[in-house]
């Protein structure tokens, strides 16, 4: 009995799980309170050897010292030798804690077995099986799940579409939503989560039929009519435009569904009749700070910066719940509005929460454009960081105000001390590469992008750079093309990346293709270093006009591009066009 009972203890003060019984109270000779405990915990059989005892003090001590490898080996040959299913429990959240799936799926594979009436336990292995991408392996344990929430079964679905969101494979994840949307056909919770993944697999039809029947078995939903809305603006504006309004003529206290239906009209150009919708929100909602907010954000939507100004005050007024991201955004609009000194109050005004950090950034920045670049960078300094991210953010920041003095050498050490502390860090190395270049640090540049593309090979950004260095430089031209190629394979539609693929092809000596891509990329977003290239292009063809014209635009709205002085420069022996 007193080797159960340590057994018992050792497993209450280790395992996250174990529970002592309700029943504390001892009799005078304590025998009885021990044989009730171990009757209460329903343990395994198990008596409490050195072996056992070994392994427990083993992975603890490795657990406290964060040696989480061993500790998860413990914990797993523990579960194994005892059968107990805090243990496995255990195991499974060292090795989640770990950012060990394979482990973690081994322990919670386990402990489902052990305790197969655990909701707990079947929620965790589904969830992990989901994330590995095993569905088909999901799925019974998601059938369980489901039917052991008959009453609730609308929620359960809504929480399955957030898990299941995280699987890349979105035609495997609608088939199996389907699946199990089955047995539940009168739920329309479960027509919104097969629409939502029909829409994530691009059926949109589908996705568009799911969720008009969510609507016919409770029409006054709200969140299911804007997602109804957002699925036909996809195909048709006006199509998403007449069913918001029909929609808001039978439940015109639908607020969210307003929003929805003044933004698509913002979105749409048609200002007048989105001002109408706000205006009717306002005057209906007077005294509700959320919806005061919402109606200045889409004011902003417009330009209509004074309508914001007020909103956001009064969202302030009435008592809105986060302060914080109030004054965050009037910190936005006092900048759009050339009010700095306004701007900087107002962030300073931003507290704690999310938007602390970002907040003291901008008066940052803020402080430096006024001309005080060292107590700017001073400030930054002393901001507390979270964690790395923050800490990264910070250098940035700092960054980004010594890059507009063209203090490059300055941003370069920065950087690089920045990553002697975050050495993988992806945000840092693609900086300290542009940093490189500008210091014609080109062996740099090149390492610090292979090493960005090779833990981000999803980033865009990092094969764009790369591949444009190569070709402003004349060098591994067939290279460059086939990373820029890979760029806009990753992200389409950028007009940097669009504006790189011109110039490579250009000196390439594809003149006519080139020309094409620069064209869309300016078309896109006519920016000055853009423009630079497209004026060159054209300069060389013979259409010097044009190019001009196009210099001349670029160089009104930003006169001091060193990219287009210098093109300027080397074609026309000019920084300015006559």
Known sequence: ?????????????????????????????????????????????????????????VGETALQRGNLDIAINRYIKLTRTTRDPRLAKRATEISLHAGNPIAAEQAATMWIELEPDSVDARQTIAALLVNLGKLEAAKPHLEKLLASQTDQVGNAFMQLNQLLSRNPDRAATLRLVQYLSQPYKDSPEVHFAVSQAAWFANQHQLAQDEMQRA??????????????????QRISVTDAGNFYRDYLQKFPVSNEVRIAYARLLIGDNQLDQARE??????????????????????????????????SFKKALDLGYKDANAVHFHLGQIYEETNRPDMAMESYQMVRSGSRFLPAQIRYADLLATKGYLKEARTYLQSLPAANDQQTAHLILAEAQILRRTKAYQEVYNLLSDGLNKLPDYPELLYDRALAADKLGKFTILEQDLHKLIQLRPDNPHAYNALGYSYAERGKHLPEALKLIRKAIALS???????????????????????????????????DPEIAAHLGEVLWIQGAKEDAKNIWRTALEKDPDNDILLETLQRLTKKKSID
Not at 34 to 50: I, R
Not at 216 to 224: Q, S
């Open 1 to 57: 009995m007193k080797f159960k009972l340590l057994y018992v203890l050792l497993l209450s003060g280790l395992s996250a799980c174990a529970q002592m019984p309700a029943n504390q109270a001892a009799d005078k000779t304590g025998e009885s309170t021990e044989q009730d405990e171990v009757s209460d915990l329903n343990l395994p059989k198990q008596e409490l050897t050195a072996s056992i005892l070994f392994d427990f003090l």
């Open 215 to 232: 609507l016919a078995l409770r029409p006054d939903w709200e969140v299911a009519a804007v997602h109804n809305g957002r699925i036909l």
């Open 277 to 310: 919708q706000i205006q009717w929100l306002l005057d209906k909602n007077a005294k509700d700070p959320e919806i005061t907010l919402a109606t200045g954000l889409l004011a902003a939507e417009m330009g209509d910066f004074d309508v914001t100004e007020s």
């Open 492 to 526: 389409p539609d950028d007009p940097y990346i669009m504006d790189s693929l011109g110039w490579v092809y250009y000196r390439m000596g594809n003149i006519a293709e080139g020309l094409n891509y620069l064209n869309l990329a300016f078309a896109a977003r006519p």
